[in-house]
Structure formats: C-alpha cells, structure tokens
C-alpha cells in the first residue's frame, strides 16, 4: 500500500532501536530527563498540583500503582500519576523549550514514568527502553511542528505543547508497550482527537493543566490502541475537506518520517533544547539577561543600584500579546511578563524561584520601577526563540544613556548551560522535596540510564 | 465581559426560566439520548472503552447505563455513557450543527449518581442543568458563521459539547459566578478535534470526551482551580478553534428566550450521519413509486443507474464504505440500502447488511452530483433520487424536509417506538416503560437518581 504520512509516523515508532540513537542525541535527552524530573519536583510544592492531586485522589483509587513526584507515599492509577506529574512539571514555567516551540519534556516523561510502573515485573523496561521511547515522544512533536511554518514563531492560536505533546506522549508510551506498527497508527489517531488547548489560558493557573492532558492523554490514547480502538489511519495526512491533524495549523504540509535504516538523524541531535534558569516563560530570559547586564554598568557608573536615577527604562521585545504585561497581578502573569522580569532583575542582580513570591510581586520598589517602564517592539525583534533579542536601556535623569542587549541567553540552544549549572538547577529544585542521598541517586541513575535495568525504580 | 455575562446566566437561570416547550422539547431529547445511549451499550467501541474505564474502580461511582452490576467514578461513567451515546450516530443533532445531547446527558447523570445520600438533586434541577448545558452550545454555535454549516475542521460536540458539559455540571454544582468562569475556562483547555476521525470507531469518544471533560473542567474550578476569565472573549480562547468569532453576551434574564424555544432539535430514525436521513426518505419514495409497476418487487436489474443530487460533504461521500462507521457516513449506501428495503434500520448497517452483493451491485450504479444549490447546512439542504431504468424512464423523488427534522418532528409515539425498540436491547419492559413515566414527569421527580 502507497506511503501515508501517517503510516511513516507509525512505522518509525514500531521500528526504531536503541542503535539509532547517537551519542549526542542520548546525552542530551539525559539532561532533558534530569531537568524535567527536577522541575517536576519542585513544582509538586505549588498550588495548583495540590488541586491537581486532590481532584485525582478524590475521584479515584484503586491500581493506584504509579508515584508522584514529591509525594513518597501516594500512588494514583497511571494516567493519573501522569496528568498530576505534568502539572507538577510545567506548573512554575521551569521546563524545557526547544525549537521550533513546545515544551517536549513535560508531555513525555511522566507518561512513561507512570507506564514503567504499571507494567507487570516480567516485562519492565530498561533504562535503554525508556531512554529510546523518551527520544520517540521528542522526535514526534519535532517532527510534527515542522509541518508548519506557523510554528516556527511564538505561538498565537494553539498553545503547541497541547497539540503536539499529545501526540508526542502517545508516540512514546506506544514504544515503551511495544504496540503493533498499526497500532501505532491509531494511537497517534485518537490522541489527535484530544489534542489542541488555545493560548488564553495561558499565564493563568490552568496552563499547567496544558502539559498535564498532553502527557495523561496521549498515554490514554496509546493504552485505547492497545485494546484495539482503532482511528483514521490518515490522521496526519492532508485531506481537503476533511481535517485531521492539519486542523490546528493554517498552513500544514506533511512529510513523512524515514523508516530508520542504519542511520536516523533525530532532530535533537541538529537542535538542542533550552533550559531555564529560572522559571518564567523562556522569552523572559532575554531581557533578564540583558537587564543583569545593563545593571552591571549602572552599579560602575554609580556605585551601586539607585533607582532614583533612573527616569525611564526601555525594554526592546518582539511583538507578543500573552507575555506582555505591564503590571501583572498573580505569579502565573509575573511569569509571562517582559517588563516584570527585567525590573526583578534590575533590582536584585538575579531572578529565582522567589522572585515570583506574592511578596516579592507586589513590593512598592518593584512597583516604582515598573512604573518607569516603556516598550518598544523594533522591526528586526522577531517573535522566534532563534531569533529573538532582548534589549535593556536605562535613561538616566542625567541624560546618559546605558544599554544591556542580549541575543543568546546562557541555557539557550547557542549557549547551553554547563553540566555543573544543569545538576545546581536540580539539586536546587529537588531539595524542596527529597533527602540529599535520593538527590545523588537520581542524578547517577539518569547518567547511567542505558545502563539501567529496570526503568521504574526511577 | 462575555465571559463573565456567560458565568452569570449559567449561575441566575433557574427553573422558573423553563417555558413549557423548553421543557417539553428537552425531555423528548432526554428520552431520546437514554435509548440511543442503552442500545449503544452492546457496541464494540463502547466494550472497548469499557474495558478501558475499568482500569479505574474506586468508592464514589456511578453507573452505566443499562449495566447495574458495575459501577464506575463519574468521569468514566460519563465517557461511557457518551460513548455510547455516538457510538452508533443515532443520537440528535441541532442546528447550528452539533449533537447537544449526549455531550451533556451523561455528565449530569454521572454528576448527580455522585452526590453523597444528604444532598439530593431533583428531577427538576437535573432538568435545568441539562438546558443551561443545551442552551450554551447554542449561543457559541452562533459566534462564528462558520458553524452554520456542516463542519470541515473541528468536529462540533468537541468544541461546544466540552464546553456545554462544563457549564450544565457547573449549574448541577451550584457554583458561584466566579467559579462558572473558571469551569468554562478550563473545559476550553479540553476542547477541540479534528474531523479526521469522523467515520471512523474514534468518533463515539469525540461525544464521551465531551461529556467526561467537562465534568473534569466544572469539579476542577470547583475545587478552585482558576483559568482564563476571559475565555470566551478572546481571539485566542474559544476563537481559536474558529476562523471567524465574533462572541455576544447572553440576553438579559428577564424572561429568558431560550434557543431550544426557538429551534428544536432533529432526532434520528435510524442510526447514521444526518445528512443521509434525507437520501432515505427520497429513496424511500421512489422505491415506492418502481415496485408499483413491478409486482412489489425491486427490478435491480433494471436499474441502469443511480443518481443523487447531494450538498457537498466529503466525509459523508464514499462510494463503497466497509465498515459499519463508514456505511453510517455514506450518501450512496443509504440510498441503496433504502431502495432496496424500503427503509432503514439499526440492522441495516450489520455486516451481512453493508456486504450484501445485491447492495454492491447497486452501489456500483451510483453516483453524487453536487448542484449549485445545494447548500451544506442542515437547514436548507435537499436530496433528490433519481433511478434510471434501461429502457429510458427515470424516476425520481426529493427530500427538503425528512421526518424526524425540525421542520418535521417526530409524534410522540414514534420518539417512544424508537426509545422502546431501543432499550428493549438490555433493558426489560417495565424497566423501559418506567424510565418513559419519570423522564415524562421529570420536573416533578424529588430524586432523580431514580432515573
């Protein structure tokens, strides 16, 4: 039969191996895991994960087999544990972004982490089986978003980790179940079918939820494959008339992927992923970056931080409505807020888990500075994580005039943050929750994970 | 805010806002949905997502329709019972396009199962949740023009099923004005899927997910999660999933005009895609008017061609459909089905059905054409027959208002035929006719979890 998009998305989950991973994409997508599960762990203190685990705990017990990040003694059933851990992940804004947009990691691993666990003893995977079922959920959504041009920039309609993290997570748990090619094929199927969340929630408290239905929900669609539910098998081909996974996107042309012969280039090993080094949407690292530097040539012209000097700061972004905010009122909106995070930089010399505190936003320095602020949205400021500048400039009563850019900030793709930063991140994040020696485990257990015999002890 | 206008609506209406038709109407559409729902229980897709929920058993639960010796939590209740709502297409459709009723039915039934022994919901509460759910589908239908026809992009019930759900188990909540906006903005967060899967066995979940999702988005807000109090307002909330949007707030409560007043609902006589119910009707007909002058037989082999003047729906063409999901979305194979059994049924798309040779044979003779005026809205549609014998003579019929559509309802005793004659499939005979005395009397049932 003739070549599908569809069936060559299904042929590759089915068909890769561990062989067809290379060096750079496995170290990579390591420090992907370590990231996420750090992140995830220092979420499972907020908020919005106590009524994430509430909901679930109420409504639901029993094969209550899977772990959620944070919370030793709690088991939920899988797709649970998965849905709690992806709001967990995403729900400070501190997970992975790569290029073209989405936050993969999120939508990925707790799907898996959950399914290791639900599997019975006899067929566990092993750390080699994750790690390459982790690498197809990536390859998927990177895969997918090259469909469309659309999604080359800061995203508008759809918020991407909701269209393609679906798919992305039901790819994966698919591996990991080993389900037939034509299964797989149906997987991708219905889980289109329950992809697609709009951007207006986003910066609001239910985003997280976003990453939380991508990971549980593709996991769902994988395990209605297994039982046989079956979906149209041209789901992501282009059929005019008749949208299928093209409905998201107002420009889609579909490639297929190539079955993996000797040598399958995945894409992380061409695009690596961003880290945040601090958890706010990744457009604020710019301008954070920019902001600590501009501050440095303020504090030598003046001796030290004086806000009093300053008579107007400007803020060079591009143009994007949901993360433009002048005077955000919650820690969801601070998050997603240019003139927020440049003015937390300006005036602390650093940007962390604190900074986002209800404290920390309403106090009146902060509010003077905000206050000062003015945005511009120069012609050459593209709404593109690749290409996108942040600019800083202080104007100084005095009629000086000091500026701060920045167009690659450290944890960006071009500047990825050092091993040494990557573990402080985690250690940091997962000493919110856990012991030091559950810390040390975790961190030799990701490095040595092809190693690994059996996958759910992490 | 529109947004905001609609958190008020869902949380002022109460039941003195029900006019006698709304109430009337929408217990046709209840009883309707139940049989529709109790038949599709024997489905393979709704065993299949059976199987599927079992997976989650635990103490608060409630239960499938038709099925007391298991219980399930509300969610996987309500994606069942949705499922099984669509899983055979036989459920209503509205207009502007959508099926209301499933994605709301179960997850106010689900809902009101889980409430603990002190906190009762009656018939009539059960009955005002029901149309706050129908009544928000409709105002969101009408935001886009896009709607008013037969979709192409994002399958409807997906989209304002969700959404509906979220406020209709909101209402059932009694959540206040703040948390109806959250309810609505989370369910968003749900919505959406694409067409693709229409035809085939995925589609039943598009309704079940509805149904389930926005149950999740209303204990969500209730539980005080918060989205976006601008949800409906925006270009990037609900907008999204249309290329024109152009919201409005809800009319005042003074006197509530509701669309169900308005507009009713189409309900199925048999179990496919809408648009065929006018190919059959017209089919119907012009078999009547061959078997007159051929002893009351069908002369298949007579029949040089078959011709049918139809909008244009590519998901509801397909020329030689192989599966029971394709055959309920084909123009073609109702039309030969009809002429040659003189009308539809549930049997119709059995397998031996769909495979008959004498039904391939015709199949073959047929084709689509697709005029001008022909528009593909369920409101002004039309389908012609028209058969071409060998020795010249064509005969033909048309359809512009098939029984059962809105123009055209269906009497009383046929909506009871078809709720018997589905229900009859698990369940026993007073338990069918009970069901039919307390949906009648459902403003005055004190608990309605009798139902």
């Given at each position: ?8 998305f ?7 191996r561990?062989?067809?991973l ?6 990579r ?5 370590l990231?996420?599960i750090?992140?995830g ?5 907020t ?15 029993s094969?209550?087999v899977s772990?959620?990040y944070?919370?030793?003694g ?5 797709t ?7 709001v967990?992940t995403?729900?400070?804004?501190f997970?992975?972004t ?7 990691s999120?939508a990925v691993l ?12 006899s ?11 982790f690498?197809?959920g990536l ?10 041009t ?5 995203p508008?309609r759809?918020?991407?980790?909701s269209v ?13 179940l ?6 797989c094929?149906h997987?991708l199927?219905?889980a ?5 969340a ?5 910066a609001?408290?239910a ?5 939380g239905n ?11 494959a297994a039982?046989g539910m079956e979906?149209n098998?041209?789901?992501?081909d ?6 299928g996974?093209?409905?998201f996107?107002s420009?889609?042309?579909p ?8 040598h ?7 695009q ?8 706010a ?6 301008v954070?970056?920019a902001?600590?530097?501009?501050r440095?040539?303020f ?8 806000p ?19 005077f955000?009122s ?17 005036l ?5 888990l604190?900074?986002?505190?209800e ?13 000062k602020v003015v ?5 050459d ?9 942040g600019e800083?400039?202080?104007l100084?009563h005095?009629?000086d ?19 040494e ?7 940091s994040n997962a ?10 485990t975790?961190?030799t257990m990701?490095?040595?994970l ?9 | ?8 609506v869902?949380h002022?209406?109460?039941?003195n ?7 009337q109407?929408?217990k046709?559409?209840i ?7 109790l038949?599709?229980t ?10 599927y929920?079992?997976?989650y058993?635990s103490?608060i639960?409630?239960t ?14 309500a994606?069942?019972?949705?499922v099984a ?8 459709t509205?207009?502007?396009a ?8 179960p ?6 199962e889980a ?9 009539l509460d ?5 149309n706050v759910g ?5 105002r969101l239908l009408r ?9 192409k992009?994002f399958h409807?019930?997906t989209?304002?099923?969700?959404m ?8 059932l ?11 609505l ?12 899967n229409?035809a ?13 999702h ?5 204990c ?10 601008q ?13 024109d949007?152009?919201p409005q707030t ?11 007043d308005q507009q009713?609902v189409?309900?199925?006589?048999f ?6 119910h006018w ?7 012009v ?10 037989l ?6 040089e ?7 244009e729906v ?7 459909p192989?599966?029971?999901?394709e055959a309920?979305?084909s ?13 539809m049924?549930?049997q119709?798309f059995?397998?031996e ?10 199949l073959?003779?047929?084709q689509l054409?697709?005029?001008?005026d022909n ?6 549609l039309?389908c012609?027959?028209?058969?071409t014998l ?19 309802p ?11 004659s ?6 026993s005979a007073?338990?069918?006719?009970g069901?039919?005395?307390t949906?009648?009397?459902l403003?005055?049932v004190?608990d309605?979890?009798?139902?």
């Amino acid at each position: 039969p003739e070549e599908t998009v569809t069936s060559s998305f299904a042929s590759f989950i089915r068909e890769v191996r561990p062989e067809h991973l290379s060096k750079t994409v496995r170290h990579r997508s390591k420090r992907m895991i370590l990231d996420s599960i750090g992140v995830g762990l220092v979420g499972s203190t907020t908020h919005v994960f106590d009524l994430a685990l509430q909901y679930c705990r109420e409504l639901y017990s029993s094969v209550a087999v899977s772990s959620v990040y944070g919370k030793p003694g709690v088991k939920l059933s899988p797709t649970l544990a998965a849905f709690t851990n992806g709001v967990a992940t995403h729900s400070m804004d501190f997970d992975d972004t790569w290029h073209p947009a989405t936050h993969p990691s999120g939508a990925v691993l707790p799907a898996l982490l959950a399914a290791s666990q639900m599997l019975p003893p006899s067929t566990k995977p092993n750390g080699m089986d994750f790690l390459l079922a982790f690498n197809v959920g990536l390859e998927v959504q990177g895969r997918l978003m090259h469909f469309s041009t659309e999604a080359h920039n800061i995203p508008k309609r759809f918020h991407p980790p909701s269209v393609v993290g679906t798919l992305g997570s039901a790819a994966a748990t698919a591996k990991l179940l080993s389900l037939s090619t034509a299964q797989c094929a149906h997987a991708l199927g219905i889980a289109a079918s329950l992809a697609g969340a709009p951007m207006a929630n986003a910066a609001t408290q239910a985003k997280p939820l976003h990453i939380g239905n991508a990971t549980r929900l593709g996991f769902e669609a994988a395990l209605l494959a297994a039982r046989g539910m079956e979906a149209n098998p041209l789901i992501l081909d282009d059929i005019p008339g008749c949208s299928g996974f093209s409905v998201f996107y107002s420009i889609y042309q579909p490639k297929p992927l190539s079955t993996p012969s000797d040598h399958h280039e995945f894409l992380l090993e061409k695009q690596d992923i961003a880290f945040k080094r601090f958890p706010a949407h990744l457009g604020m690292h710019w301008v954070v970056d920019a902001a600590l530097s501009v501050r440095n040539l303020f504090i030598n012209y003046a001796g030290s931080f004086s806000p009093s000097l300053i008579r107007t700061i400007v803020l060079k972004i591009p143009v994007s409505k949901y993360i433009n905010r002048p005077f955000p009122s919650s820690e969801h909106q601070a998050r997603h807020s240019f003139q927020f995070n440049a003015c937390a930089a300006l005036l602390d010399g650093e940007v962390g888990l604190s900074s986002f505190k209800e404290s920390s936003i309403h106090r009146q320095e902060l509010r003077e500075l905000l206050d000062k602020v003015v945005v511009e949205h120069p012609e050459d400021n593209v709404a593109n994580f690749d290409k996108m500048y942040g600019e800083v400039a202080l104007l100084l009563h005095s009629g000086d005039v000091l500026t701060g850019k920045c167009d690659t900030f450290y944890g960006h793709w071009r500047k990825p943050l050092s091993k040494e930063s990557l573990l402080k991140k985690f250690r940091s994040n997962a000493s919110h929750v856990l012991p030091e020696e559950k810390i040390e485990t975790i961190i030799t257990m990701v490095e040595n994970l092809e190693n690994l015999s059996d996958s759910s002890q992490l | 805010t529109i947004t905001g206008n609609f958190a008020n609506v869902i949380h002022g209406l109460n039941a003195n806002h029900l006019t006698d038709q709304v109430i009337q109407r929408s217990k046709r559409m209840i009883l309707d949905t139940l049989g529709v729902g109790l038949l599709g229980t024997n489905t393979e897709v709704c065993h299949k997502v059976t199987q599927y929920s079992k997976i989650y058993s635990s103490d608060i639960s409630s239960t499938i329709w038709g099925h007391s010796d298991f219980r399930l939590p509300p969610l996987y209740a309500a994606f069942v019972n949705g499922v099984a709502v669509h899983s055979m297409d036989f459920d209503d459709t509205w207009h502007p396009a959508t099926h209301p009723s499933g994605a709301v039915l179960p997850a106010v039934i689900a809902l009101s199962e889980a409430f603990p022994q002190k906190k009762k919901i009656s018939g009539l509460d059960l009955l005002l949740a029901f149309n706050v759910g129908i009544e928000v589908q409709g105002r969101l239908l009408r935001f886009s023009s896009e709607a008013r026809n037969i979709p192409k992009r994002f399958h409807p019930p997906t989209v304002v099923g969700t959404m509906g759900s979220a406020a209709a188990c909101a209402k059932l909540l009694a959540l206040d004005q703040s948390k109806c906006k959250n309810a609505l903005a989370v369910a968003a967060s749900y919505a959406g899927a694409p067409l693709a899967n229409a035809a085939t066995q995925t589609k039943p979940l598009h309704i079940g997910n509805a149904a389930k999702h926005g149950l999740e988005a209303a204990c969500l807000a209730s539980q005080g999660l918060q989205g976006n109090k601008q949800i409906l307002d925006m270009e990037s909330g609900i907008g999204a999933f249309y290329t024109d949007y152009n919201p409005q707030t809800l009319p005042t409560l003074q006197s509530y005009p509701w669309l169900l007043d308005q507009q009713d609902v189409a309900i199925k006589r048999f179990p496919a895609h809408l648009g065929t119910h006018w190919v059959a009707d017209a089919a119907s007909s012009v078999r009547r008017k061959l078997v007159e002058s051929s002893d009351n037989l069908l002369p298949l082999h007579k029949i040089e061609k078959v011709i049918l003047k139809v909008p244009e729906v590519k998901y509801v063409n397909r020329p030689s459909p192989t599966s029971e999901h394709e055959a309920r979305h084909s123009f073609q194979f109702v039309a030969c089905s009809a002429l040659l059994d003189g009308s539809m049924s549930v049997q119709s798309f059995n397998s031996e059905n769909i495979h008959r040779p004498a039904l391939r044979e015709l199949l073959c003779k047929t084709q689509l054409e697709h005029p001008p005026d022909n528009t593909p809205s369920f409101d002004s549609l039309y389908c012609e027959v028209s058969v071409t014998l060998q020795d010249g003579n064509t005969i033909s019929d048309c359809c512009d208002t098939f029984y059962g559509h809105w123009r055209k309802p269906l009497k009383k005793e046929d909506l009871e035929k078809k709720f018997q004659s589905n229900a009859s499939s698990t369940l026993s005979a007073e338990a069918t006719e009970g069901i039919i005395e307390t949906v009648y009397n459902l403003e005055k049932v004190e608990d309605c979890s009798v139902l």
